[in-house]
């Protein structure tokens, strides 16, 4: 199991940045793959970044280039460096962690989500 407490969202004019940050309980190299989605209010929930202990990376084409998701393996705590944020980029972003539990299963954990709302 794992508990997962982002932080970092909240209000920037458009082409500013911002930095989310997720804490994990657990040594993240145990978790196979954590990342960051985002949803809008009656919309579906949008993968944007994941990153796998192995280092392979993915992002949405929504954000490629602008977006990077980094890792400080020391603290348990994974990063989303938000750049040239655009008022579509106003969701609520949650960090995931997909983990491999061995003979119980893979499980996907959430966290509760941090507001980011970018003004035009």
């Known amino acids: 199991q794992v508990q997962l407490v982002e932080s970092g969202g909240g209000l920037v004019q458009a082409g500013g940045s911002l930095r989310l940050a997720c804490a994990a309980s657990?040594?993240?190299?145990?978790?196979?793959?954590m990342g960051w989605y985002r949803q809008v209010p009656g919309k579906q929930r949008e993968e944007v970044a994941t990153?796998?202990?192995?280092?392979?990376?993915n992002y949405a084409d929504s954000v490629e280039g602008r977006f990077i998701i980094s890792r400080d393996n020391a603290k348990n705590t994974v990063y989303l460096q938000m750049d040239s944020l655009q008022p579509e980029d106003t969701a609520v972003y949650y960090c995931?962690?997909?983990?491999?539990?061995?003979?119980?299963?893979?499980?996907?954990?959430w966290g509760q989500g941090t507001q980011v709302t970018v003004s035009s």
């Open positions: 995931t962690a997909h983990v491999n539990e061995g003979v119980r299963g893979w499980f996907f954990y």
């Open positions: 657990r040594n993240i190299n145990t978790i196979h793959a």
């Open positions: 990153q796998t202990t192995g280092g392979n990376t």
